[in-house]
């Protein structure tokens, strides 16, 4: 199982990077795992701003939807349109090329509500 511990985690299995303002967002190895094989992502709140805990998307495996939470408060700025022709990369590269959104964090203290990945990893078990 695949935990990088340079990212943030949340109870719902998103995973989460920041670099200065932008926070980089995608679902965990073991959420991709115990989805099976994903074979549509949507996000229909490009250019909106959410709060923390609000459905920012859709991950479509083949035998389940799953609803995507925002780990922080923050706009919406970018889409990876790579995964509308490859949503397998979120199986094959939970980390890199299967992120799902970029966003303008507006609250950075969000950060300290989130896990490490120690303790995510004692929250799968793993």
Do not use: C, R
């Amino acid at each position: 199982m695949n935990i990088p511990t340079n990212l943030k985690y949340t109870k719902d299995h998103e995973w989460v990077s920041l670099q200065g303002e932008i926070a980089t967002v995608g679902i965990t190895d073991f959420a991709q795992k115990e989805l099976g094989d994903i074979v549509y992502v949507e996000v229909e709140t490009l250019d909106q701003s959410l709060d923390k805990d609000e459905v920012f998307g859709t991950v479509e495996a083949v035998k389940t939807v799953s609803d995507l939470f925002l780990p922080v408060s923050g706009e919406i700025i970018e889409f990876n349109e790579e995964l509308e022709s490859n949503p397998e990369s979120v199986n094959t590269d939970p980390y890199g090329k299967g992120w799902m959104v970029k966003i303008k964090v507006s609250n950075v203290d969000d950060f300290d509500d989130l896990l490490d990945s120690q303790a995510y990893k004692e929250l799968i078990g793993a």
